[in-house]
């Protein structure tokens, strides 16, 4: 018995690394609020335009997120990359395309 208790301890433990993460954040663009929701799947985030981005890179302070898109009609290949800093909860995006790069997206977060 006590070997089932020592054992439901352990679990709850290593358990709570597979609690769900979000960060909902907010930017101004063309002047405008707008607001983005990153929420985590296993090895990636969804985001609120439901576009799914992997996590290339996370550590305590920072998660590192992309996503590539080719073939679509009339553009040329575009990665999306964005920075969550963890810490201070703040984000950048961008997405780098030959000619057509978007602008750099920068904003505070909230974590729930």
């Known amino acids: 018995m006590k070997k089932f208790y020592i054992f439901i301890f352990l679990g709850l433990i290593w358990g709570n690394y597979g609690y769900a993460e979000k960060y909902v954040c907010s930017y101004l663009y063309d002047k405008k609020p707008k607001s983005i929701v990153f929420e985590r799947s296993g090895n990636y985030f969804i985001k609120s335009n439901k576009s799914k981005n992997k996590i ?8 590192v997120l992309t996503n590539t898109f080719t073939g ?4 040329d290949p575009t990665t999306f990359s964005t920075i969550i800093n963890k810490k201070k909860l703040n984000f950048v995006f961008v997405g780098l395309s030959y000619k057509t790069s978007t602008a750099i997206v920068e904003g505070e977060c909230k974590t729930f």
């Open 72 to 75: 679509l009609d009339g553009y």
């Open 56 to 63: 290339i890179f996370e550590d305590q302070d920072a998660i």
